[in-house]
């Protein structure tokens, strides 16, 4: 497995996964892939101080919420209830409905 495998299966296990592929064998075609999937393409040779400004910004940038972060959002949400039903209940009982 190469490292555009392992960052398409971190992505489809989680879609909110970023990544960081560090290569000697890059090409435009390699570097659009790793795109495609939500990383950062970093070609050899690199200044140490390029790895620390990459990890530095990837840390500043808002992180996508994963599905568990959803999952639970939504739960919190239905609990509270959603205006949408509570309307839907109340236009019922107005026609007489239950």
Known sequence: MDGLELLDRAQRIRPETRGVLITAYGSPEVERKVRQLAGVYLPKPFHLGDIIQLI???????????????????????????????????????????
Do not use: F, I
């Open 56 to 98: 530095e910004r990837l840390l500043k940038e808002p992180r996508l919420p994963s599905r568990a972060e959803c999952a639970a959002a939504s739960r919190a949400g239905n609990r509270r209830g959603d205006s949408r039903h509570r309307r839907t209940k109340d236009s019922a009982s107005d026609r007489g409905g239950v």
